[in-house]
């Protein structure tokens, strides 16, 4: 059945249901404005009333004889707050509208479900502008059109570009553009994770891409953090990654070109950083060799980083050196784990890096000037094999003509690589540099040649989309300048968008005061944030307690400090039931915290839930000042005993209140943390 099919189905389903739906509670579209870009616009409306709105969702009808799903977002009524895009007093709503079609008379549904469970739904129009191309999308050779097939798992990916200041693009399997950037730069490091594009950007007054940006879909861009102060100069030399608790940033930095990686937090917190000169001549001195003679600083490009994944089977960080190879790392330690290459390059010389070298199963060949690492469905090693040899190394090793997908099954214990996949393509492709493979759901893949220079005196880009049964669903080719018009693509998922905000039922500051037991202080949600005054010790470490009315799941953690300090998650969140533990260190002695939760699921919302906190040490009476009346409840000519009534006077938290506690509160006087 067609989206239409479904839609008309759908409305005649809720009228039989809820007949009186609409005049208990009923919103009116009142007109609509065109978005930064041809593909968003914004739905004006009004809600009567409008506490009774739970939510809105939004599907646009793909185009006549498209099998694509059709994109679609659910807005929960606390996120279109949150976003200042529903007024609760006057029912004004504001209604983002994105992935539509350039140039054309799109239809959207509009769902609006409220708090008594009735259903309205109603049909507009939204006619865009045309798009100014950049990078040849519009003109496609089309190889092989999308196929009728419904087998294959995806429907949209991003391609990853720099063809215009519209980084990056996202695209139908019908070959269709239907989003691009609206932060007005052109980077290749872009991703898309918790709902929104998150790519490589200078700060405000710079031309230094030193930070990093995310753009919501709905077009808004919100600069997050500059990490030149870290020695960063760069975060956008090739990939973002997803690692293990956020994304991973590929970095140059004043000392070395693009072999340093740091790990963020979605909001984009530094997490931990490995730098592969320190640990490849850690590995090197260790085995006798000397290190000068493989890696070098900048600017000399030694290793050439492009892709990182994390496998969560061992807990190892997998990091692709096109120059080299690509190499495991324990997650926690740095230590290399395994090396997968050629070992006809210079980094089979060292005895210290062959050491840990993978032997080659049957069948088998190494990738050569790999990219795009991924661990697949089934936990094995998914990269792009572009066959190039090393630039800046001697022996500079194999060089094939042709570029192909590989899947290898890596056996740490017994040392061993066994290549189980390849996508040859009958060898007829060298896309030398740049290029991707990702597997969305199992066997259904997504190839990005960018930069095929074998095919006469053009270069092209081609993407190739196979479905579960090794068939070719669809495969377009475009011109291009280098690898600028799909540096690397990916498959994302549009058709079941949902932005929510879930908000707890309650959150706690919680320590141990030695024998005496776990006191909590309330963090309540709204009004003045809750004040922790007890020591965190001489690492600033807290924990908070955050409890749902339902069991939940949690993908990520991030703290941001409103004033002051940088503020850290330790680890991943702690999920028992309904109640979600998280362990702050770094946390400062005057500082305004939100703690913020990323993917929360409770089965039936997925969003965010953000608790803010105060910390200001030896506020007692906390009124975010220290002054004598903190210094009162501490005095006593002997030890008190830690009670529920008393413990925020214990702000040593060994259990006692006496003279240690009045000394910590008398060297904080005058401490306040403004408004």
Not at 89 to 115: C, D, E, K, S
Not at 164 to 176: H, L, N, R, V
Request: net charge negative.
């Amino acid at each position: 059945m067609s989206a239409i099919g479904w839609s008309a189905a759908l409305a005649v389903l809720i009228g039989l249901i809820h007949p009186s739906g609409a005049d208990a509670a009923t919103v009116t579209v009142v007109g609509q404005s065109a978005g930064p870009t041809p593909f968003i616009s914004q739905v004006n409306a009004t809600v009567s009333p409008a506490q009774a709105l739970q939510s809105v969702q939004f599907t646009i009808t793909p185009k006549p004889g498209s099998v694509t799903r059709p994109i679609s977002a659910t807005f929960t009524s606390g996120y279109l707050q949150s976003r200042g895009s529903l007024n609760t007093q006057t029912g004004a709503l504001f209604i983002p509208i994105f992935g539509l079609y350039a140039n054309y008379t799109n239809t959207v549904w509009l769902t609006y479900v409220f708090t008594d469970h009735t259903v309205q739904q109603t049909s507009l129009v939204i006619s865009t502008a045309a798009w100014t191309d950049p990078c040849h999308f519009t003109d496609p050779t089309v190889v092989q059109a999308r196929t009728s097939s419904t087998t294959l798992s995806y429907d949209y990916f991003l391609i990853k570009n720099g063809c215009g200041s519209q980084s990056p693009s996202i695209m139908d399997t019908d070959g269709a553009v239907r989003w691009v950037g609206t932060a007005g730069l052109t980077s290749f490091a872009s991703i898309f994770y918790a709902n929104g594009i998150y790519i490589s950007a200078p700060p405000a007054g710079s031309t230094q891409p030193s930070g990093l940006a995310r753009m919501e879909l709905d077009g808004t861009v919100s600069f997050l953090q500059d990490y030149s102060a870290l020695g960063v100069t760069g975060t956008g030399h090739h990939n973002i990654d997803p690692g293990k608790e956020g994304m991973i940033l590929e970095l140059d930095t004043t000392t070395q070109t693009e072999s340093v990686l740091m790990e963020v937090d979605a909001l984009g917190n530094p997490l931990k950083t490995w730098s592969l000169a320190d640990i490849m001549a850690t590995a090197m001195t260790s085995g006798g060799d000397d290190p000068t003679q493989f890696v070098k600083s900048a600017p000399n490009d030694w290793f050439h980083n492009n892709a990182a994944t994390y496998r969560s089977s061992d807990d190892s960080l997998i990091v692709s050196s096109r120059e080299n190879f690509v190499i495991a790392l324990d997650y926690e330690t740095g230590a290399i784990k395994w090396i997968l290459g050629d070992p006809t390059k210079q980094w089979y010389q060292f005895a210290s890096l062959r050491h840990y070298a993978l032997n080659l199963g049957t069948n088998t060949l190494p990738p050569i000037g790999q990219h795009a690492l991924s661990i697949t469905k089934d936990d094995h090693l998914l990269l792009f094999d572009d066959g190039q040899n090393s630039l800046n190394h001697a022996p500079a090793g194999t060089e094939r003509n042709y570029s192909t997908p590989r899947k290898y099954r890596i056996d740490p214990s017994a040392a061993t690589a066994s290549e189980l996949w390849n996508y040859s393509n009958g060898q007829t492709f060298f896309s030398y540099i740049c290029s991707s493979v990702y597997e969305d759901a199992a066997a259904n893949y997504l190839i990005d040649y960018a930069d095929i220079i074998n095919l006469g005196n053009t270069s092209y880009a081609e993407l190739v989309g196979l479905g579960p049964a090794g068939d070719k669903v669809f495969d377009y080719r475009y011109t291009t300048n280098f690898c600028s018009t799909a540096w690397n693509s990916i498959p994302v998922h549009l058709e079941a968008l949902r932005f929510a905000t879930i908000d707890p039922i309650a959150a706690v500051s919680r320590k141990i005061h030695g024998a005496a037991g776990a006191f909590d202080i309330n963090l309540p949600r709204n009004g003045l944030p809750g004040v922790e005054c007890r020591s965190g010790g001489p690492t600033g470490d807290y924990q908070v307690v955050i409890t749902f009315a339902l069991p939940v799941s949690v993908s990520a953690a991030a703290v941001t400090a409103r004033r002051g300090g940088i503020p850290q998650v330790v680890g991943r969140p702690s999920v028992n039931g309904n109640q979600v533990t998280v362990n702050l260190t770094r946390v400062g002695s005057s500082q305004s915290l939100v703690l913020t939760l990323f993917g929360v699921n409770d089965g039936t919302n997925l969003g965010t839930a953000s608790v803010p906190m105060d910390v200001v040490l030896a506020d007692v009476t906390g009124d975010r000042t220290v002054n004598k009346s903190d210094l009162k409840p501490t005095k006593s000519r002997s030890a008190k005993r830690v009670t529920s009534s008393n413990f925020r006077a214990d702000v040593t938290v060994d259990g006692v209140i006496d003279q240690s506690d009045a000394a910590l509160v008398n060297a904080n006087l005058g401490r306040v943390l403004g408004p």
